[in-house]
Structures are given as C-alpha cells and as structure tokens.
C-alpha cells in the first residue's frame, strides 16, 4: 500500500469534493427555476457562497500542499499513468479556482454584487457590462463542465486502481481512524 495523506489534505480534499458537487447540484436547479422567484434568488445566493467557500479552501489547501508533499504513487504504477494523474490533479486545482472566480466575474457584469454569506461584499473588481455578461455565463457553464468531467475521470480512475489494480490509491486518501496526523 502507497503512503497515506495527511487527514488535514484528506479533510481539504473530501470538504471541497462535497462543496464542488454542492455547488454544481445547486446551479442546474436554480437555472431550471422559470422566472426569479423568492427560491430561485436564494438558490442563487447559496450557490455564490458555495462557490466562494470552494475558492477560499483552495488557497488554504495550495498553501498546505506547499508545505506537505503529497504521497508516492506505488512503484507499480506506469510512469504514463503517474503523468497522467498530475496532469489531472493540476486541472482540478486550476478548475476549483477558475470556477468560482468565473462566476464571481460573471455576477459582477450581470450587476449583481457577491455578498458571502449574506454579511461580507466582495470587492466589485468589473462594473456590470452586459456585452460581458453572456461572455461570461458561458464561460462559467463550461467551465462547470469540464469541472464535471475531470471529476468524473478522477473518480474513475480512482475506483480502478481500487477495484481492478487493487494497489492502495484510493485507501490513501480515505480516513483511518486509528492513526493520527
């Protein structure tokens, strides 16, 4: 079996997996809403603030990373699918931080401010600009999606060193709750 993550990465790691789904769950049903409804708007807000704590934990988990090296990968392992697993693990970290920046941008040139939490206002870095916002939309949307696809080969992947390789991949980042870090 490789050696293990830290439960600190392995906190990071599921807590901004929950928050990415969350958030990607909540904005196919608030988009489906017709019209702007009371639940719509706080889908919405939810939805923002998702995106914000997603984009928040990224930096404390790049600046953990930076500290704490990640384990091996088993010897095992093709040196084709190593690469191809860092070439996977950087597209996610790029997509959980352009994801939510991309929809930040995308409120601010629709007008509408971002308030986390519905206490903190985000800096309004661009003026609403309506040339800008389908721009945007579209950006965030797809985004999203390839967001959904890395995830989804990331899962893959993961379940096939489990279920088929059966070298420890995955066990490296489910928590053991008799050992401490």
Partial sequence: ??????????????????????????????????????????????????????????????????????????????????????????????LI??????????SLASGVPVVYLGVFELPVLIAADPELKPVLKSIHYWLNMLLCGAVGVHVAAALKHQFIDRDGVLGRMLPSFSRRS
């Fill in 1 to 94: 079996m490789s050696a293990r993550y830290t439960y600190t990465a392995m906190l990071f790691h599921w807590v901004i997996a929950l928050l990415v789904v969350s958030a990607f769950t909540l904005g196919l049903v608030m988009t489906d809403i017709p019209g702007l409804t009371p639940t719509k708007l706080r889908y919405f807000s939810w939805h923002k603030w998702l995106g914000v704590t997603v984009l928040l934990l990224a930096v404390l988990r790049v600046l953990w990373r930076l500290f704490h090296q990640a384990p091996a990968y088993p010897a095992s392992m093709p040196r084709w699918q190593k690469s191809a697993a860092n070439g996977l693990h950087m597209l996610l970290y790029v």
């Fill in 97 to 106: 931080f352009a994801v939510p920046l991309s929809g930040y941008f995308y």
